[in-house]
Structures are given as C-alpha cells and as structure tokens.
C-alpha cells in the first residue's frame, strides 16, 4: 500500500505561483508513477501531470503544459507540483495519486492510492 500526503494548496492572485508537495510512503518500488490531478466545483477530476518516480520522465495535460512543472526529490520520498501564472480555472481541490506501470496515462481509474486533497484557489 501507498501512502500519499498533500500540502501546499493556498488562495492567490490570478498570475501568481504556488507549489504543492506530495509526500510518498510505503510500498514504494521502481513501478510507481506520482499523479497530479484536479477537481473544480461542479467538475469532473481532471489529471493534470504526472512522474515517473523512479527515472523522472513527465507528462502534461496540454491544459497546464508550458506553466506547471512537476519534478521530484528521490531520497525525500516527495513530488513537486511549481504551478507559474495560475489563472482562475486551476482554482480546484489538488489530489496527488500513484499508480504501478502507467506511464503516459492521467486517467483517474489507472490509479489506485490517493491522498485527501488540497485546495487551491485563484481569484
């Protein structure tokens, strides 16, 4: 079993930055791929970025591509989500989630351990 702990979800401004941290223990092995996703109000969850935890390959939704950077500190056990110049639409609750040999997939059902959330929002 996975372990997963979010942090770092704030009010800003639109045009401000915030970065959020996922915090990952337990049955951790070179399978584990560490996923961003996000709900809006009234939303369907949307993934967002996610991280190969063992070799550091990422992939974006082309919704965040070129403003939020996910990245990962390996003897930490944490990822990183650097979000630059948030707009009001990436005001939502901030979920971090791993899954085992998904490389290349943001779809909600690939991942089985999710952490219990962190808002963000952005007015």
């Known amino acids: 079993h996975v372990q997963l702990v979010e942090s770092g979800g704030a009010s800003v401004q639109a045009g401000g930055s915030l970065r959020l941290s996922c915090e990952v223990s337990?049955?951790?092995?070179?399978?584990?791929?560490i996923a961003w996703f996000r709900q809006g109000s009234g939303k369907e969850r949307e993934g967002v970025a996610h991280?190969?935890?063992?070799?550091?390959?990422?992939y974006y939704a082309d919704s965040v591509k070129g403003r939020f950077t996910i990245s990962r500190e390996h003897d930490k056990n944490t990822v990183y989500l650097q979000m630059n110049n948030l707009e009001p639409d990436d005001t939502a609750i901030y979920y971090c989630?791993?899954?085992?040999?998904?490389?290349?997939?943001?779809?909600?059902?690939?991942?089985?351990?999710w952490g219990q959330g962190t808002q963000v929002t952005v007015s």
């Open positions: 991280i190969y935890f063992g070799g550091g390959s990422q």
């Open positions: 989630a791993a899954g085992s040999w998904v490389v290349g997939s943001l779809r909600a059902a690939d991942y089985d351990h």
């Open positions: 337990g049955d951790i092995d070179d399978s584990i791929v």
